[in-house]
């Protein structure tokens, strides 16, 4: 069964280093989107992307924030000057169309600022 | 805006008992809702999702949930816990944005005692 891959799976990185998490959605799929996790908190959106733009971001996703679709099978993230806020779990999903609305969740990058 | 409350951080039911994990949501058009559960360490499973069909929504693992728009809810049931139920279960509404983000509730911890 096809699923989202996400690479890697945690990822240690010094306050104010970039880093770049990546994702392989699912081969047919058109939407793809970037979530996170605050240890303890909700999942709270970030950025979707369609047709090789933004379509829609929430206010979390600030100017540190940028998603680029490289190739055709990958999607990534970049954190441009990270913060210890920026630890969280970041998931990213992809879905075939908007009609059903339905996403399918890769399994996670740990991501932890020191 | 959309929004989604989940009443309950923590449920525990015996193994064998009814599993009821409640979820209010509020959306400005007509919603389409969705149950996600996460095993520890684990991404996000799409256990069941409402999209304006039938209103009683069957899912995977002998989940179940109904959509009662005049309640505005959309619990979670199902009539006999497992063990392998323990988890963390997340409702969440779709947007009506143009890639139709998820907006998550807070999730519920399940605990199924033996």
């Known amino acids: 069964e096809p699923e989202v891959t996400q690479t890697p799976s945690h990822q240690v990185t010094q306050m104010g280093q970039e880093v770049i998490l990546r994702c392989v959605p699912i081969?047919?799929?058109?939407?793809f989107y970037w979530y996170r996790q605050i240890l303890g908190q909700k999942v709270e959106f970030l950025v979707s992307?369609?047709?090789?733009?933004?379509?829609?971001e929430s206010e979390i996703f600030d100017d540190q924030f940028s998603v680029e679709r490289p190739d055709g099978s990958n999607f990534t993230l970049k954190i441009r000057s990270t913060k210890l806020e920026d630890s969280a779990m970041y998931f990213c999903?992809?879905?075939?169309?908007?009609?059903?609305?339905?996403?399918?969740f890769g399994p996670g990058t740990r991501l932890t600022v020191t | 805006a959309q929004s989604v409350t989940q009443l309950g951080s923590h449920v525990s039911v015996s193994e064998g008992a009814l599993v009821l994990l409640r979820c209010n949501y509020s959306?400005?058009?007509?919603?389409?809702l969705f149950w996600y559960v996460q095993y520890p360490n684990q991404g996000l499973q799409l256990l069941l999702k409402y999209t304006s069909a039938a209103t009683l929504v069957k899912g995977i693992n002998g989940f179940e949930a109904e959509f009662k728009k005049s309640e505005t809810s959309f619990h979670l049931t199902k009539p006999s816990a497992h063990m392998s139920d323990a988890a963390e279960y997340f409702c969440a509404v779709s947007g009506s944005g143009s890639a139709r983000q998820l907006t998550f509730g807070s999730g519920t911890q399940l605990t199924v005692l033996p």
């Open positions: 999903a992809s879905s075939v169309d908007r009609s059903s609305g339905e996403q399918y």
């Open positions: 959306s400005s058009v007509p919603p389409y």
């Open positions: 992307f369609y047709n090789n733009e933004i379509s829609e």
């Open positions: 081969s047919n799929h058109l939407y």
